[in-house]
């Protein structure tokens, strides 16, 4: 099943999860040893800022970090454009598709170059705690305190700019190499990546495209072990948006019921009684953009839709959901032992699904 759909006016979306985010002044600010998600003051200036560890998405779900920045009405995220982890490791690009993504999401992107490395302890030819070039990462923040268009407009500006910060990407991996003795991937995928941006940003957007939809088939052909499902009936499903972003996801369940498309993202644990956190948030993320498809489509044929985040456990008695009486809720809670950070936790999270219109189930797998 293919599913197409479209975000004609942005993102609206109340988060309701509570965040505590650490305050650091501009001035006491290294992104290295700043945490992941974190508020940053500069003057009268207040922004939310994250950080991620690698451009791939995957690598590292990174999605929790941004929705706990949502707290602020300014985002900035600090992406490496490139990382290298040496010949014997992987080497992953920026891609369209996440800028794209967070334009959509109104966060305002650095495109940062790592300055310093380690070489692995066990591993010949891989590195390790690659460091940020926190200096050019502050300037960056400082000019978006000072930039009034939109995270769009900042982030295609940045992205026309990318050789730039790719012949830094270059610089810094030659010096790294020679100070550890590590040799790195070839140049030139840096110099192709360079000149596909230069030439056409437009180019630039369909290849990363391609490449997304191709991680699309392959993440629909598999399931992946946090994923426990009713049906196995994954579904592929592309959104476009005002932006110029196309987006390629997997739906991880789908459920067709008269004219109603139910799109089930899904979490799992096997040894808590339910998903962490951090999956929890990764998949609010996939909410966001759930909750404001219009124009969802099924080989021409148009339908309504409903989203769902499906939680399961292995650990956990019964079944009961955001749609749920409060009596049933506070029995399921007392079967299940759940304590009280749990309970409100739980609490807060189906009050944000109420807020925003999709529903949350919890039960076991």
Same mark, same amino acid.
């Given at each position: 099943m293919e599913i197409t759909a479209q975000i004609i006016e942005g993102i609206k979306y109340k988060p309701t999860l509570k965040c505590n985010l650490a305050e650091i002044l501009f001035d006491e600010l290294d992104i290295n040893s700043a945490k992941s998600s974190c508020l940053? &003051?500069?003057?009268?200036?207040?922004?939310?800022?994250?950080k991620w560890v690698s451009p791939k998405r995957t690598r590292s779900y990174p999605y929790e970090r941004i929705y706990n920045t949502f707290s602020a009405s300014k985002r900035i995220t600090v992406i490496p454009i490139v990382k290298d982890e040496g010949i014997a490791g992987d080497r992953d690009f920026l891609?369209? $598709?996440?800028?794209?993504?967070? &334009?959509?999401? $109104? +966060?305002? +992107?650095?495109?940062a170059y790592y300055e310093t490395a380690q070489k692995h302890r066990s591993r010949a030819g891989k590195i390790t705690n690659q460091k940020f $070039?926190?200096? &050019? +990462?502050?300037?960056?923040?400082?000019?978006?305190?000072?930039?009034?268009?939109?995270a769009l407009h900042w982030n295609l500006k940045e992205l026309k700019n990318i050789s730039t910060v790719l012949k830094k990407v270059k610089e810094s991996y030659r010096n790294i190499s020679d100070e550890i003795e590590v040799d790195f991937h070839n140049e030139k995928g840096l110099d192709s990546f360079a000149n596909l941006v230069d030439e056409n940003l437009l180019?630039?957007?369909? &290849?990363?495209?391609?490449? %997304?939809?191709?991680a699309q088939s392959r993440e629909f052909l598999t399931i992946q072990p946090k994923e426990i499902l009713a049906t196995q009936t994954k579904a592929k499903i592309t959104i476009t948006n005002y932006l110029g972003g196309k987006y390629f996801f997997t739906v991880d369940e789908v459920l067709l019921k008269d004219n109603n498309l139910y799109l089930i993202e899904s979490k799992?644990?096997?040894? %808590?009684?339910?998903?962490? +956190?951090?999956?929890?948030?990764?998949?609010?993320?996939?909410?966001?953009l759930y909750t404001n498809l219009e124009n969802v489509n099924i080989d021409g044929k148009s339908f309504s839709s409903s989203p769902v985040l499906q939680l399961t456990s292995e650990k956990i008695k019964g079944e009961i959901s955001s749609d749920s009486e409060s009596e049933m809720q506070k029995m399921f809670f007392r079967i299940n032992n759940f304590n009280q950070p749990?309970?409100?936790?739980?609490?807060?999270?189906?009050?944000?699904?109420?807020e925003n219109n999709f529903r949350i189930s919890l039960g076991k797998s």
């Amino acid at each position: 099943m293919e599913i197409t759909a479209q975000i004609i006016e942005g993102i609206k979306y109340k988060p309701t999860l509570k965040c505590n985010l650490a305050e650091i002044l501009f001035d006491e600010l290294d992104i290295n040893s700043a945490k992941s998600s974190c508020l940053i &003051s500069i003057g009268q200036n207040r922004f939310a800022l994250s950080k991620w560890v690698s451009p791939k998405r995957t690598r590292s779900y990174p999605y929790e970090r941004i929705y706990n920045t949502f707290s602020a009405s300014k985002r900035i995220t600090v992406i490496p454009i490139v990382k290298d982890e040496g010949i014997a490791g992987d080497r992953d690009f920026l891609q369209w $598709d996440t800028v794209s993504l967070m &334009s959509l999401l $109104d +966060v305002y +992107v650095i495109l940062a170059y790592y300055e310093t490395a380690q070489k692995h302890r066990s591993r010949a030819g891989k590195i390790t705690n690659q460091k940020f $070039d926190k200096n &050019s +990462v502050k300037d960056k923040i400082e000019e978006i305190s000072n930039y009034h268009s939109s995270a769009l407009h900042w982030n295609l500006k940045e992205l026309k700019n990318i050789s730039t910060v790719l012949k830094k990407v270059k610089e810094s991996y030659r010096n790294i190499s020679d100070e550890i003795e590590v040799d790195f991937h070839n140049e030139k995928g840096l110099d192709s990546f360079a000149n596909l941006v230069d030439e056409n940003l437009l180019n630039f957007m369909e &290849s990363s495209r391609l490449k %997304a939809h191709s991680a699309q088939s392959r993440e629909f052909l598999t399931i992946q072990p946090k994923e426990i499902l009713a049906t196995q009936t994954k579904a592929k499903i592309t959104i476009t948006n005002y932006l110029g972003g196309k987006y390629f996801f997997t739906v991880d369940e789908v459920l067709l019921k008269d004219n109603n498309l139910y799109l089930i993202e899904s979490k799992h644990s096997k040894s %808590a009684k339910f998903p962490s +956190v951090g999956d929890i948030k990764d998949g609010l993320i996939k909410m966001m953009l759930y909750t404001n498809l219009e124009n969802v489509n099924i080989d021409g044929k148009s339908f309504s839709s409903s989203p769902v985040l499906q939680l399961t456990s292995e650990k956990i008695k019964g079944e009961i959901s955001s749609d749920s009486e409060s009596e049933m809720q506070k029995m399921f809670f007392r079967i299940n032992n759940f304590n009280q950070p749990q309970k409100e936790f739980l609490q807060s999270l189906f009050a944000e699904a109420k807020e925003n219109n999709f529903r949350i189930s919890l039960g076991k797998s």
